[in-house]
């Protein structure tokens, strides 16, 4: 089995060819569908968000399956190969799980160490586990990168710092504020960066929100997004006294509030603190208002060095998260090893069981006047001294499964526990699960670990 990771995003694909291969969200399920029919696909999950799309797939055989997954992309946007293939990556075993473990954290982002991308991961695993195209080794890997991102956002902070000039000014007003409730902003003209900012002040409880724009129509309209109210502009003045938030961003050549207009101004707001973001360039607010009592003015450049100082800070925090990934990649590692060890174990315990049962039915032959309590009693100790029995071996295989040896260590346990017929005995078509132990029990004679490993994922899919 191989694990292979086969995309675009923001580093590899403009957005015009990027939103070529967005996958609508009510066509997922068919998608996942057609791409789990897809030749050698065992499993499979696919991750899409505005920056990347991204196919994971479990497959049988590595060279070829990337042929494949080129054709159901081929096949399902309608566009030949040639077109999307500069610009698709293939990223295979080791580096396909070490990506998802940085695509989950945010480290894969385009503003590192964003929480959204877990969100859509996390929905992305879901649903191909509810339409059925996981198996055991799926579920096992974005449940572990699911909740290493969260580990990592928990326990660094990675996502303290804000990274975008929208989410700076957001930050830099809760340190004057504490919160924005009850809050009301004011946004001069009616441009993308003031749009942003406000959005997010909005989204972080700010209530009031005031637009002024030299083009009525241009404020009502911005207005209209936020529930908010268009002012026209030569009553901007008189609306500071009303204002706690300033947001200009116009395209005005000379100053649209000097120091003189925000001084009048405090004196009807009786002074309470008035915070002031100057996005534009040239800039629309006197520099000489940052010298006045309670009033806060920063421009696009503290923005910028607050975001410059914050993202290297978050790189910093990513050097942690890295840490974490290749714990867990360890970790998964030593338990994808211990997968061929399964079917043994599963043999050991059905042969103990039958051993215990025909114990018992021998038992209760020759003490035919035992009570229902007293049978009980015997059955429990009994059934509780070969579970005892089994502990430590089962633990000590499970372990040497891991080691460099492990498939010689598998065999010698076989061997010395006869397990043999056991494996072989399932042979009828009793349950998917027995057909695949025994198909499993003659691989581990002949050595052949890669059809060893395909039937028992194949069992344990058929379990999961």
Not at 253 to 267: D, G, N
Request: overall charge negative.
């Amino acid at each position: 089995m191989h694990i292979i990771t086969v995309g675009l995003n923001y580093r590899t694909a403009p957005v015009e060819i990027r939103e070529k291969f967005a996958f609508a969200q009510e066509e997922l399920p068919a998608a996942l569908e057609q791409l789990k029919q897809t030749k050698s696909i065992m499993e499979c999950v696919i991750v899409g968000t505005c920056n990347r799309t991204e196919i994971y797939a479990v497959v049988d055989r590595m060279y070829l399956c990337g042929h494949y997954i080129r054709g159901f992309i081929e096949e399902w946007f309608g566009i030949p190969r040639q077109e999307f293939n500069p610009h698709l990556y293939v990223k295979e075993d080791e580096r396909a799980i070490h990506h998802l473990f940085k695509v989950a954290s945010g480290l894969d982002s385009m503003i590192i160490g964003e929480t959204q991308i877990l969100g859509q991961v996390k929905n992305a695993f879901l649903l191909a586990q509810k339409e059925n195209t996981t198996g055991v080794l799926f579920n096992t890997l974005f449940k572990q990168a699911i909740t290493m991102a969260k580990k990592a956002h928990s326990e660094t902070g990675i996502g303290e710092n804000p990274v975008s000039v929208s989410y700076a000014a957001v930050e830099l007003g809760k340190r004057i504020f504490g919160s924005f409730e009850d809050k009301t902003v004011m946004i001069v003209g009616a441009g993308k960066m003031s749009e942003l900012t406000v959005k997010h002040l909005y989204a972080n409880g700010a209530s009031r929100v005031m637009v002024v724009n030299r083009t009525l129509g241009k404020a009502q309209e911005l207005a209209a997004k936020f529930s908010g109210t268009a002012v026209p502009f030569n009553e901007l003045q008189d609306k500071l006294a009303e204002t706690d938030i300033v947001i200009s961003s116009t395209g005005a050549s000379e100053l649209v509030l000097t120091r003189e207009q925000v001084q009048e101004a405090l004196k009807h707001r009786k002074y309470r603190p008035l915070f002031m973001i100057d996005i534009a360039v040239p800039r629309d607010l006197d520099p000489r208002i940052a010298d006045v009592q309670n009033v806060f003015l920063y421009d696009i450049d503290d923005l910028q060095s607050i975001v410059e100082s914050n993202l290297a800070e978050r790189k910093n925090e990513s050097l942690k998260i890295e840490a974490m990934i290749e714990q867990e990649m360890v970790d998964f590692e030593q338990w994808y090893k211990t997968l061929g060890v399964r079917p043994v174990i599963h043999a050991l315990q059905t042969k103990s069981n039958q051993i215990h049962e025909e114990t018992m039915d021998s038992l209760l032959k020759k003490l035919p006047d035992l009570s229902e309590r007293e049978i009980k009693v015997i059955r429990k100790l009994t059934k509780s001294m070969m579970n005892q029995m089994m502990r430590d071996p089962i633990h000590r295989i499970k372990e040497q499964a891991g080691e460099r040896n492990g498939q010689e260590a598998i065999e010698w346990f076989t061997h010395i526990f006869a397990l043999e017929a056991m494996l072989e005995q399932e042979e009828e078509p009793a349950s998917p699960s027995a057909q695949e132990t025994a198909s499993v029990a003659s691989l581990h004679k002949t050595g052949d670990k890669r059809s060893l490993l395909n039937l028992q994922l194949k069992e344990l899919l058929a379990q999961s």
